[in-house]
């Protein structure tokens, strides 16, 4: 049976409520139903949107913490949101991208002319996509299931929302789907990977059901690790503290990257030229220095008061259940942090 045509009635939501129960007491990531549940939209979602050709021809890259887990396994977390790259010239549609690059780079008004046109094009390409993507939609007949576009996002954020069967209070997790989009990669680096949901690993249950599947173009882990590490810097060292809630996710998946991804991943010279480049050039924050980077001044470690309140969020992440297994202490991942920090500016220096 597929698995969508149990939200159809009732009755069937029960019957729903019960299997998503019977897989979280054996699930070996030990997540509870509300998160198999939220799964199972993330993963038809990714699918409809490399599969049904949503995206409407666009190079995207599917990035972030969920591409980290679902597409690399290199994270032990339930992640949720969907973040996807459309890469730049894609979306301002240019000619020469090398041209269209060094002419919108030129200098700081050239940067600010392009990232408002930018945002304009963005904001244009998503009010046409929340089209196509409602309409497939609708194609479910599932009372509840639509998308709208967050108020003041600029087009950035779109919610997709579904009837649940087991969301639960103080989880720790968005009742909704987020897809958040960005024209912010430099060079064109995706890797196609096969994305399957929690519930395909219980074989009562897959056997017994249709679930969602698919193939998506998920971001280079090179380019992953200095979009990562990068905004860690940003974090550290940006001139308003930063909104903390949701935060402390960062932290928790560099040290997984840098501890089990392939030794010297952040050694990429093109991903560390490409992505301060492009972070510097276009989306530059007030008091942050992302070429210092290249000189050996990554900052991976926040000050003390931020820190604390880091600290508090990732608390309430692992008494919300966001984690397949306890996870070490923040103390823990910020001590391997700070020598990973020495150890990264070392090699940066080296370079110079």
Same mark, same amino acid.
């Given at each position: 049976?597929?698995? +969508?045509?149990?939200?159809?009635?009732? *009755?069937?939501?029960?019957?729903?409520? !019960?299997?998503?129960?019977?897989?979280?007491?054996?699930?070996?990531?030990?997540? &509870?139903?509300?998160?198999?549940?939220?799964?199972?939209?993330?993963?038809?979602?990714?699918?409809?949107?490399?599969?049904?050709?949503?995206?409407?021809?666009?190079?995207?890259?599917?990035?972030?913490?969920?591409? !980290? $887990?679902?597409?690399? $396994?290199?994270?032990?977390? @339930?992640?949720?949101?969907?973040?996807?790259?459309?890469?730049?010239?894609?979306?301002?549609?240019? /000619?020469?991208?090398?041209?269209?690059?060094?002419?919108?780079?030129?200098?700081?008004?050239?940067?600010?002319?392009?990232?408002?046109?930018?945002?304009?094009?963005?904001?244009?390409?998503?009010?046409?996509?929340?089209?196509?993507?409602?309409?497939?939609? $609708?194609?479910?007949?599932?009372?509840?299931?639509?998308?709208?576009?967050?108020?003041?996002?600029? &087009?950035?954020?779109?919610?997709?929302? @579904?009837?649940?069967?087991?969301?639960?209070?103080?989880?720790?997790?968005?009742?909704?789907?987020?897809?958040? @989009?960005?024209?912010?990669?430099? /060079?064109?680096?995706?890797?196609?990977?096969?994305?399957?949901?929690?519930?395909?690993?219980?074989?009562?249950?897959?056997?017994?059901?249709?679930?969602?599947?698919?193939?998506?173009?998920?971001?280079?882990?090179?380019?992953?690790?200095?979009?990562?590490?990068?905004?860690?810097?940003? +974090?550290?060292?940006?001139?308003? *503290?930063?909104?903390?809630?949701?935060? $402390?996710?960062?932290?928790?998946?560099?040290?997984?990257? !840098?501890?089990?991804?392939?030794?010297?991943?952040?050694?990429? *010279?093109?991903?560390?030229?490409?992505?301060?480049?492009?972070?510097?050039?276009?989306? *530059?924050?007030? &008091?942050?220095?992302?070429?210092?980077?290249?000189?050996?001044?990554?900052?991976?470690?926040?000050?003390? /008061?931020?820190?604390?309140?880091?600290?508090?969020?990732?608390?309430?992440?692992?008494?919300? /259940?966001?984690?397949?297994?306890?996870?070490?202490?923040?103390?823990?991942?910020?001590?391997?942090?700070?020598?990973?920090?020495?150890?990264?500016?070392?090699?940066?220096? &080296?370079?110079?």
């Amino acid at each position: 049976m597929d698995i +969508f045509d149990y939200y159809r009635t009732e *009755a069937k939501r029960a019957e729903l409520k !019960l299997i998503l129960d019977y897989a979280a007491q054996n699930s070996v990531r030990g997540l &509870g139903a509300n998160f198999l549940e939220k799964d199972i939209w993330v993963t038809e979602i990714l699918r409809l949107l490399y599969e049904e050709d949503l995206l409407d021809g666009h190079d995207v890259a599917f990035k972030g913490g969920t591409a !980290l $887990s679902k597409c690399y $396994s290199t994270i032990e977390r @339930f992640s949720e949101d969907i973040d996807l790259s459309i890469h730049w010239a894609d979306l301002a549609e240019s /000619g020469d991208e090398v041209v269209a690059w060094e002419q919108t780079t030129r200098n700081p008004s050239q940067q600010r002319k392009f990232r408002r046109e930018q945002r304009e094009r963005l904001e244009g390409w998503t009010n046409e996509f929340i089209q196509r993507l409602n309409g497939r939609l $609708s194609d479910y007949g599932i009372e509840g299931l639509s998308a709208e576009i967050e108020d003041g996002s600029g &087009g950035e954020k779109i919610d997709i929302h @579904f009837p649940h069967v087991a969301f639960q209070d103080g989880s720790y997790q968005l009742e909704h789907v987020l897809l958040e @989009f960005g024209g912010r990669n430099r /060079g064109r680096p995706t890797v196609s990977k096969p994305v399957t949901t929690y519930l395909s690993e219980i074989d009562e249950v897959s056997k017994a059901h249709t679930l969602p599947k698919a193939a998506v173009e998920a971001y280079h882990p090179d380019y992953i690790i200095w979009e990562k590490l990068t905004a860690l810097h940003q +974090f550290c060292t940006q001139e308003n *503290a930063p909104d903390t809630v949701r935060l $402390s996710r960062h932290w928790y998946d560099v040290d997984c990257i !840098l501890r089990n991804l392939e030794e010297g991943t952040y050694q990429s *010279a093109e991903a560390l030229e490409n992505v301060v480049a492009m972070k510097s050039a276009r989306w *530059a924050t007030r &008091g942050v220095s992302f070429e210092d980077i290249l000189s050996g001044e990554l900052v991976l470690i926040p000050p003390d /008061g931020l820190l604390k309140e880091i600290k508090r969020d990732y608390d309430q992440s692992v008494s919300g /259940g966001m984690f397949f297994s306890a996870p070490d202490s923040f103390a823990d991942i910020i001590e391997r942090l700070a020598k990973q920090q020495d150890l990264i500016n070392s090699f940066l220096n &080296g370079r110079c």
